[in-house]
């Protein structure tokens, strides 16, 4: 194992359509998408395609067909699955448009069964998303013990974000949660330092990231231009980047925080250039070209 991550898995079904159908009214989509999806999970899905072999993931599967599909798309990206069971499969229906995208779930998180006890032996990074609270306390306290990176995408106040944050070197959350604690960027960043994270950070869609390195200096850190015509579907986006932050980490972990996110936002440029999570996938190959086209200097 070289990097374990841990979420809730969705099947996501992404519709691009002119306009959503009400009451007894009919539309057709333009287009569509079927895909893995969760946060930490797309994470996972990002960093396997560009790491490579030793990439795992802790999270909810249910046997049902669903279930079975999403276990095809792990092995596609020699992704290893650790279950934790469910009696039915999580569905997310998302709709983009114009730069924003309405979600819709159906989520199963009554898990049958306590979470798996793993061997982390050779694990150099782990990444939560706050789903599976007892797992993600449980697993950051013994990375931290153990001197594993511990990284976090705050998409949302959680019962135990607080307590978990205690644990976490690489806290990057998202506007949702500032909203949800009554701070403003600047305001979540001195929280995140307070709670001890060592890389601190605060997405903000077109306008990139604001955020703290190694040496506790603030900066922003801009997205890439992409051309608005160009933009297809924003969901997910995050996600590939804390995947690809995560692989650019396992390839080179002396290397400053601020090439990692460098690698990253040149990642979610590609995601938003397509439909759905696993057609946003970058290589190694889209990420050189996406900074090539959009370089900011």
């Known amino acids: 194992m070289r990097a374990l991550f841990i979420g809730q898995s969705y099947i996501d079904v992404t519709m691009l359509a002119d306009a959503m159908p009400t009451g007894d009214d009919k539309s057709v989509a333009r287009d569509y998408a079927v895909s893995f999806g969760g946060n930490a999970v797309t994470a996972g899905f990002a960093c396997a395609k560009l790491a490579g072999e030793g990439v795992e993931l802790l ?29 039915r499969s999580s569905l997310s ?20 069964d306590t979470f798996p006890s793993l061997d982390l032996d050779g694990c150099r990074a782990l990444h939560l998303d706050g789903h599976q609270a007892d797992a993600a306390i449980h697993y950051a306290r013994l990375c931290r013990e ?52 060592m890389i601190g950070g605060v997405t903000e869609g077109a306008r990139g990231m604001l955020w703290y ?11 890439l231009p992409v051309p ?33 996110f460098d690698f990253a936002r040149a990642a979610s440029a590609y995601k938003i250039q397509h439909l759905g999570n696993e057609a ?5 190959a889209d990420i050189a070209r996406m900074r090539a086209l959009y370089a900011t200097g």
């Open 146 to 197: 153990r001197g594993v990176l511990t990284s976090l995408d705050g998409g949302g106040l959680r019962e135990n974000t607080h307590d978990l944050l205690g644990f976490i070197d690489v806290a990057i959350v998202a506007e949702r949660l500032c909203e949800q604690m009554n701070l403003d960027a600047a305001g979540m960043l001195a929280y995140l330092k307070s709670r001890g994270c």
């Open 280 to 284: 946003g996938l970058p290589s190694q």
């Open 93 to 112: 229906f998302i709709t983009p448009r114009e730069g924003k995208r309405a979600i819709l779930r159906a989520r199963d998180d009554a898990y049958l």
């Open 228 to 260: 608005g015509d160009l933009i297809i579907d924003t969901s997910g986006a995050g996600d590939v980047f804390h995947g690809a932050y995560l692989a650019s980490f396992l390839a080179q972990p002396s290397a400053p925080w601020a090439a990692h």
């Open 59 to 87: 999270t909810s599967l249910a046997d049902d067909w669903l279930g079975h599909m999403f276990l095809d798309m792990a092995r596609r990206y020699g992704l290893t699955i650790h279950p934790r069971r469910v009696a």
């Open 213 to 223: 390195d190694e040496t506790s200096a603030v900066s922003r850190l801009p997205a």
